[in-house]
């Protein structure tokens, strides 16, 4: 091999720790959910049938695919991460301190424009980095 060719390769594997991080950000952020400051009624939380972040008066935040009323009973939908099963939470309504739907477009916008902030960020410092080599 020429020196020109392991000085690229010496490069990229210097480069490919900082693909593996913007890699690693880029998946983190894709799973962010932003939810509404705004607190709706129950009712409105089933009618809606989006995700929900309840908190309740001792505190405890629970997240739940949609809301339903059956039977007489408030229930929150949950589905395992690995069976895809749907789990049904029962959860006493007088216990409810507020109830906020999650924002899809907020969390689309976060994710994505937080993504290209740190495409901007790494890369150019990437370029920059090594483009002092060249100049």
Not at 38 to 50: F, G
Not at 57 to 67: Q, S
Not at 71 to 94: C, M, N
Not at 106 to 133: E, N, Q, R, W
């Amino acid at each position: 091999m020429s020196q020109s060719n392991i000085a690229i390769m010496k490069i990229l594997k210097e480069q490919f720790r900082y693909i593996a991080l913007l890699f690693t950000l880029l998946i983190l952020l894709q799973s962010c959910r932003i939810y509404h400051r705004k607190s709706i009624t129950l009712d409105q939380a089933i009618k809606e049938q989006k995700q929900v972040k309840i908190k309740t008066v001792d505190n405890k935040t629970l997240k739940f695919k949609k809301l339903i009323y059956e039977d007489g009973e408030y229930y929150g939908i949950k589905t395992s991460a690995f069976t895809y099963e749907i789990h049904k939470i029962p959860f006493d309504k007088s216990k409810l301190q507020s109830i906020r739907l999650h924002n899809k477009t907020m969390s689309i916008i976060y994710g994505a424009g937080l993504s290209i902030v740190l495409i901007i960020i790494i890369g150019g410092y990437v370029v920059f980095a090594y483009a002092k080599d060249y100049l």
